[in-house]
């Protein structure tokens, strides 16, 4: 079992058999939050596969929508990789800042090779601060996408000088859809941070998608049949 901490009186509802709170995965309990503490457990396992979903409609909606912007503009073969690549990392950085996310995983490949396995922790360890900052803080910000992508942008053109602009576009495609895509759930994201920590949402309360529900599940499959769709008429 695992302890979630639930923060105000609209997030504290357990209804038996229904979807895992999203304070699972936002931990709505921040600093700021006003009324009493409601200490709810949740089975570990059932937690467990609420992050790996959300986790993966962030990759499904990012890397969905780079494939039908490369389709879109006709970009040739290695700039729409970029582009998707970029968009499947900056879709995993915003939650770079709670521990145990996809993006502090090692690969595959990475578990097969263990060189790869040691470049892969050292290129994660300066993410780790950001743990400090809360779940949904200024990871989840309009200030944090603008300077993660000025970012990636400065450090490619370092390395990759002439793709440049295609792994800025595409962190920066990956970050905004995994901050729209947290906007529409009922915890909100603070996207004006740190300017104000109010949490902002992309729709009415009552279309708000809980985390692990079967909404989120039908929203991921819908992205995914949508992508197709308009990628193959796109291509046509």
Request: net charge positive; aromatic share 2%.
């Amino acid at each position: 079992m695992v302890e979630v901490r639930l923060g105000p009186p609209q997030h504290r509802a357990v209804r038996a058999g229904g979807a895992v709170p999203d304070g699972v995965v936002a931990e709505l309990d921040q600093a700021g939050h006003a009324g009493a503490q409601l200490a709810t457990r949740v089975p570990a396992d059932r937690a467990r596969r609420v992050i790996v979903l959300r986790a993966t409609t962030h990759q499904i909606a990012g890397v969905g929508l780079a494939v039908v912007t490369a389709t879109a503009l006709d970009a040739t073969a290695t700039s729409a990789a970029v582009l998707v690549a970029g968009a499947w990392l900056g879709s995993l950085l915003p939650d770079a800042d709670r521990a145990g996310s996809r993006i502090y995983r090692a690969r595959r490949l990475e578990r097969r090779a263990w060189p790869l396995r040691i470049v892969g922790r050292l290129a994660r360890l300066p993410l780790r601060a950001l743990i400090l900052l809360g779940h949904r803080g200024l990871t989840h910000s309009l200030l944090a996408t603008a300077a993660v992508t000025a970012a990636a942008f400065a450090l490619a053109s370092t390395v990759v000088p002439a793709l440049a602009h295609e792994v800025a576009a595409g962190i920066l495609i990956g970050y905004l859809a995994h901050v729209a895509a947290d906007a529409c759930t009922p915890g909100g994201v603070p996207l004006l941070a740190p300017l104000s920590k109010r949490r902002r949402h992309l729709l009415p309360r009552p279309a708000r998608i809980p985390t692990g529900s079967l909404r989120e599940l039908a929203v991921a499959a819908a992205l995914t049949g949508g992508t197709v769709a308009v990628t193959l008429l796109l291509a046509g």
